[in-house]
């Protein structure tokens, strides 16, 4: 009973957070909070599992920001070339529990204000 | 009498019981008379509400959390085995599975059943001797349709993707699937059911923008009697066409959940499956 308690609460944390893709729990960001983080693009990195944006942030540290799969990221009006090193972004993430400078992407602007990406963006 | 005694023969010699023996290929004239009876499922297509945000987020979900609402649809958990009827084993492995952690284990792909249930553009490619169906994580099914049976037993071993026969029941694809491995073992996603499961499916284009199924599945060793998921697709043209490509940044660790950067890029490291 206790098993069944604790795998029925489990499966609530992961409702609660599903990733379309499932490549992984999304236990590890918070999904309350949103951070947003302003810098400097060092790499996007477009590659499965996951694409990520590599940022120098204003704060100094260097932030990882996970999105999904490139497939998703095509569907949804992104291209390999959508941010470039030297571009200056900014995002809105939920950020990871752990406190390290990561997190998994809500949305993107470019310098110029503009959100990038297409209808489910 | 005679034949029976060199059947006999043939058998106690081992001699294979399968594959079957080759039917002469149709004429081309014959093939495409039989390709022009055929359905016809152009397109990609994409389990029903379950488009993805660019941070891979379910769109469903990210509306019910923005909206404070229960999510109406969870398509991605309809064969995660909530709902199936387990019997006492089934349950012991539902249970040990919540304790294994969510990485992706082995996969690089979802496996059969998962891969009619992924988020995962999905393409169906009917021909006159088979059904294709390929996803864009590179699971590939072949379900023959040209009568030929499934292995027999000594010819036959679990695979992640099984061994599938199909014949068309008008417009609807009835497919037969056994030989599956536990879908567990290669995909934390994937229903803990026996080798021994069996898969009986359902498909019909309903309109040129959807497409319904149903799963039947029973497992004796797992389940207390049969378990039907049932499954939809809408046409979904913003993918724009099939791209496959490898996994190789992969940065999720099972028991140290983490998007650090790679592991060559951090004095000391390795890079993690």
Redesign the interface.
């Known amino acids: 009973m206790r098993n069944t308690f604790a795998w029925a609460a489990a499966l609530c944390l992961s409702l609660a957070a599903a990733p379309a893709d499932a490549h992984h729990s999304m236990a590890m960001f918070d999904m309350s909070k949103t951070v947003t983080v302003s810098g400097t693009v060092k790499e996007f990195q477009w590659t499965n599992p996951h694409c990520y944006i590599q940022v120098l942030g204003k704060d100094g540290k260097e932030w990882s920001m996970e999105m999904g799969a490139p497939m998703y990221l095509y569907s949804n009006g992104w291209r390999p070339k959508s941010v470039k090193p030297g571009d200056q972004i900014t995002a809105r993430l939920y950020p990871l529990r752990d406190g390290k400078p990561g997190g998994v992407v809500i949305d993107v602007k470019t310098a110029d204000g503009k959100i990038l990406g297409g209808k489910r963006a | 009498m005679r034949a029976v005694t060199i059947a006999a023969l043939l058998l106690s010699a081992g001699a294979p019981a399968w594959p079957p023996a080759h039917a002469e290929d149709a004429s081309p004239a014959a093939r495409q008379a039989a390709f022009a009876k055929l359905p016809y499922w152009p397109g990609l297509w994409l389990t029903e509400h ?10 469903a ?1 990210i509306e019910a ?1 923005e909206s404070g609402k229960a ?1 109406e649809h ?1 398509p ?2 309809s064969l995660f085995g ?1 709902a199936a009827p387990w019997n006492e084993e089934g ?1 012991k492995r ?2 040990a ?2 304790n294994q ?4 284990r082995t996969a ?1 792909g ?1 496996g059969y059943p998962m891969m009619m249930n ?4 999905l393409q169906f490619l009917i021909t006159p001797e088979e059904v294709l169906m390929i996803n ?1 994580y590179r699971d590939v099914r072949h379900i023959r349709t040209d009568g030929s049976p499934h292995p027999g037993p000594d010819d036959i071993w679990p695979t992640v993707w099984g061994d599938s026969v199909g014949h068309w029941d008008g417009d609807t694809l009835v497919i037969d699937t056994i030989g599956v491995r536990n879908p567990n073992v290669y995909f934390h ?1 994937g229903p803990p059911l026996s080798d021994d499961a069996h898969y009986v499916e359902k498909l019909h284009m309903v309109s040129p923008d959807r497409i319904e199924g149903e799963i039947t599945i029973t497992d004796p060793a797992t389940l207390t009697g049969p378990w039907t998921v049932k499954l939809a697709w809408t046409r ?1 043209d ?3 066409r099939m ?1 496959h ?8 660790d099972n028991e140290n ?5 790679p592991a060559d890029e951090q004095p000391g490291g390795e890079k993690g499956e």
């Open positions: 379950d488009e993805s945000t660019i941070g891979g987020l379910s769109v979900q959390r999510a969870n991605a958990l909530f349950k539902q249970a599975r919540m952690g969510n990485g992706n690089e979802w992924a988020a995962a553009p864009a996603g979904d913003s993918f724009g791209i490509d490898a996994f190789t940044n992969d940065r999720t959940a983490t998007i650090a950067p």
